[in-house]
């Protein structure tokens, strides 16, 4: 079966451009997770959908919305980028999206620059 | 709030030695507990989790990771240490309870090196 599959791959924007991250979560699964994860730092949790909700919202400003579509797939936006959002970007699913002992899937990211 | 503390942004062992990442949580609640390794450019992959039951708990590759409530600790060990270990490390926990379900919460990340 195939895993959590991000795109793009990679990324190149300037400084006030808006930009798009799409996730495919693993068949089955019905919450997706958003993550930033800055070099050499952990993770950071920005989002979480389930059944196309807003489940839970990290500590982003306005500028970072995101939407799952019904087949369970996402999207990450963020507007006006600011050289502060060069960032690995992380998409993870699980089956569910309230039980924290769920484990998450990850795909390989995004990776983000902001020039 | 929760958070979590990963000892040693950095640790080296020699290949056959054992490994050892330290992490502790802060949490009102012992929450449900993670540790994940990262390979460079990837994603994170699930080594193990604690969520009940059994504080000893076997991942895979080899490592294992004991949950002590009195010491809010989830330290992670291997035995003997394998080149292809090398990689970098990150402890998480999510809550049991109210709006910290579902989401992780990660430690700054241990990166691990294995000498020849």
């Known amino acids: 079966d195939a895993g959590v599959t991000q795109s793009p791959t990679h990324l190149i924007k300037t400084r006030g451009q808006h930009v798009t991250l799409r996730c495919s979560p693993i068949s089955g699964h019905k919450s997706v997770s958003w993550y930033q994860q800055v070099l050499g730092q952990g993770p950071q949790f920005i989002f979480q959908y389930y059944e196309k909700e807003e489940r839970g919202r990290g500590n982003f400003p306005d500028r970072f919305s995101a939407r799952q579509f019904p087949n369970y797939s996402s999207e990450l936006n963020v507007n006006a980028l600011l050289l502060g959002d060069s960032a690995l970007y992380l998409c993870?699913?699980?089956?569910?999206?309230?039980?924290?002992?769920?484990?998450?899937?990850f795909g390989d990211g995004t990776r983000l620059s902001i020039l | 709030a929760q958070s979590v503390t990963q000892l040693g942004s950095h640790v080296s062992v020699s290949e056959g030695a054992l490994v050892l990442l330290r992490c502790n949580y802060s949490?009102?609640?012992?929450?449900?507990l993670f540790w994940y390794v990262q390979y460079p450019n990837q994603g994170l992959q699930l080594l193990l989790k604690y969520t009940t039951g059994a504080t000893l708990v076997k991942g895979i590759n080899g490592f294992e990771a004991e949950f002590k409530k009195s010491e809010t600790s989830f330290h992670l060990t291997k035995p003997s240490a394998h080149m292809s270990d090398a990689a970098e490390y990150f402890c998480?926990?999510?809550?049991?309870?109210?709006?910290?379900?579902?989401?992780?919460?990660f430690g700054k990340g241990t990166k691990l090196s294995v000498k020849p």
């Open positions: 998480a926990v999510s809550g049991r309870d109210g709006g910290s379900q579902g989401n992780l919460i």
């Open positions: 949490s009102s609640v012992p929450p449900y």
């Open positions: 993870a699913s699980s089956l569910f999206g309230w039980e924290g002992n769920q484990p998450q899937h």
